[in-house]
């Protein structure tokens, strides 16, 4: 049973939920802006907090703007599109701030300038589910519904790409007619700079029939389906198999980089154009240096980063991504001062972070989970004490692990730090892109 109580917004949280409170409870609540006085009805209920939903609004912010999908409060996908634009980037500036603080005790000596691009069709990666429902005599492609399992009726998205937008109801409609359809839960998105790749992880092989239409259709919309059968490894080309590589550039740097579409790449290439320059300005590479590239993925980072003359070795837990490097490195023709090994990074010690020699400069740029092992091993022998690297620049997608760790980096290691500041990667979503730079006097 649910109740509807009236409090004021003090804030909004990483998920982009009101945060207020009422008999001696937080009180989180979805739809609800800063300033807003509100009541709410709760849909979990626990000792200290309660989740709620936003029923009415008194008190309207001035930052409150009409959400421009007619999906939102339904999809799942986006939680701040009633926020307007640059407050949200404020927002997440001052999640970066409070993270910083109250989980690592440490304080930015200056904030840089938020880094934010486009704020509509940015999306150039998705997962969309599939699910043929019966009762609605028809199939359903897109997200999932706000804390559901099922999948939103939807016929556009307004932050995937245009053209992959505009082929949400066309893929119901031809998922609809397979024999197939419901063996078929998931299409990957991946959109690069000549071809945009959709995989359809099929659960049984297609019919003849299902090709003749898979094929019919990627020729109509100029696009390439991918089969996946099982596990990522049955990732193949369906059609047609003369497509261009997958590819996204990085043109400050002269780099190209070629991918498989369930490669590791960033969701929003335009921003990426712009953060690794920033990453890079940090950084400040040298002719000679020695400058290790932490989670590495396909070379993102590495290859920019060998541009510039240094000797780069990129470390990454997964032996295809580091394949996939080596590959983009000869690719770009930076094979001879690149050099790449497959290491389970979140087991990294003092012995084994030593055993790579020493290093001038790093660049970290971990998963969700941060780089706790591998900030720690930072202590001793060629990693630690006069030998420890004078500058590291650290990516995040985690204001909290990024606080953590950077507690490790200044409390225990020495290092200060210089500059912090947030990259509006996801715009509409609570997602909190951030870069800290980091520096130990010699």
Known sequence: MTTENKVTIESLDQEGRGVAHFDGKVIFIEGALTGETVSYSSYRKKPSFELAQVTQIYQVSSMRVQPKCKYFGVCGGCSMQHL????????????????????????????????????????????????HVIKKGKTLVGFHEKRSSFVADMQHCEILTPKIAGLIALLAELIEGLSIREKLPQIEVAAGEHVDALVLRVMQPPSAGDEAALRAFADKHGIQFWLQSKGPDTVVPFHPLTAPPLTYTLPEFGIEM????????????????????????????QPGERIADFFCGLGNFTLPIA????????????????????????????????????????????????????????????????????????????GGGEHAPCRIVYVSCNPATLARDAQVLVQDHGYTLKAAGVMNMFPHTSHVESIALFEKMK
């Not at 590791?264 to 990453?279: G, K």
């Not at 780089?371 to 202590?379: D, F, K, N």
Request: glycine share 8%.
């Open 307 to 382: 541009r510039s003359g240094a000797q780069v070795l990129g470390i990454e837990g997964s032996a295809a991504l580091v394949q996939r490097a080596q590959q983009n490195a000869a690719h770009n023709g930076l094979a001879g001062n690149t050099s790449f090994a497959a290491l389970n990074l979140f087991e990294m010690t003092e012995e084994a972070f030593a055993k790579l020699g020493r290093f001038d400069k790093l660049l970290i740029d971990p998963p969700r989970d941060g780089a706790i092992e591998l900030v720690r091993s930072l202590g001793c022998g060629n």
């Open 258 to 285: 070629p991918f498989a579409p369930i490669e590791f790449t960033q969701v929003n290439s335009a921003l990426n154009r712009v953060m690794v320059s920033r990453a890079l300005r940090l950084l400040d590479p």
């Open 84 to 131: 307007e634009a640059s407050a949200q980037v404020a927002v997440k500036q001052r999640i970066l701030e409070d993270s910083l603080w109250h989980i690592g005790k440490v304080k930015a000596q200056t904030i840089l300038p938020p880094i934010h691009g486009q704020a509509w069709g940015y999306r150039q990666r998705a997962r969309l589910s599939v699910k």
